[in-house]
T-cell receptor, first 111, second 112 residues
Framework: DVKVTQSSRYLVKRTGEKVFLECVQD?????MFWYRQDPGLGLRLIYF???????EKGDIPEGYSVSREKKERFSLILESASTNQTSMYLC??????????FGSGTRLTVV | QKEVEQNSGPLSVPEGAIASLNCTYS??????FFWYRQYSGKSPELIMS????GDKEDGRFTAQLNKASQYVSLLIRDSQPSDSATYLCAVTYNTNAGKSTFGDGTTLTVKP
């Protein structure tokens, strides 16, 4: 089975901190995604990547950046964390049929 | 108008009944359609995919697609309390690196 691993299940950070969320997949998938999920707003795409060092902005990229130095790893960076970035962050990769495999999620709280 | 819309729910059915979840999408060029199940506090899990018009069955689950009506549905037969979850409809426009657009989800409760 494809496995997508997110490094932290829960994180608490202070306003203004730089935050790194790590995601690793083990099936050599080319496409990887970062979403955030908030009650009433559903899943919103932050960034995605279709190859090493390639990235594209999603629907809500402001305040975020990403890094994909290796195929299996896709990192989300909050440059200066703010309270409105408190959310559940979900990483995913997709197989050739287009179905997503999600990581277990990181619940980030910014105080 | 949202690109992918689902019944707002919540939907409640008795154990053993058929649960029907509906989804409409706005882009006629959509090619791939998915249903995900998300238990409270967990991440979404892919349960069904469908690519062509008609029905696709997998155990107690049936996905139905009608591209002319831009409509996709999920039927759950013999509903069980363990089916209680939020169901997310997702639509992929294949030219965009497999990027899916998700509906907001319908929360299903199956009562014993």
């Amino acid at each position: 089975d494809v496995k997508v691993t997110q490094s932290s299940r829960y994180l608490v950070k202070r306003t203004g901190e730089k935050v790194f969320l790590e995601c690793v997949q083990d099936m050599d998938h080319e496409n990887m995604f970062w979403y955030r999920q908030d009650p009433g707003l559903g899943l919103r795409l932050i960034y995605f990547s279709y190859d090493v060092k390639m990235k594209e902005k999603g629907d809500i990229p402001e305040g975020y950046s990403v890094s994909r130095e290796k195929k299996e790893r896709f990192s989300l960076i909050l440059e200066s964390a703010s309270t409105n970035q408190t959310s559940m962050y979900l990483c995913a990769s997709i197989d050739r049929a287009g179905g997503y495999t999600f990581g277990s999620g990181t619940r980030l709280t910014v105080v | 108008q949202k690109e992918v819309e689902q019944n707002s729910g919540p939907l409640s059915v008795p154990e053993g009944a058929i649960a029907s979840l509906n989804c409409t999408y706005s882009d006629r060029g959509s090619q791939s359609f998915f249903w995900y199940r998300q238990y409270s506090g967990k991440s979404p899990e892919l349960i069904m995919s469908i690519y062509s018009n008609g029905d696709k069955e997998d155990g107690r689950f049936t996905a139905q697609l009608n591209k002319a009506s831009q409509y996709v549905s999920l039927l759950i037969r013999d509903s069980q309390p363990s089916d209680s979850a939020t169901y997310l409809c997702a639509v992929t426009y294949n030219t965009n690196a497999g990027k899916s657009t998700f509906g907001d989800g319908t929360t299903l409760t199956v009562k014993p």
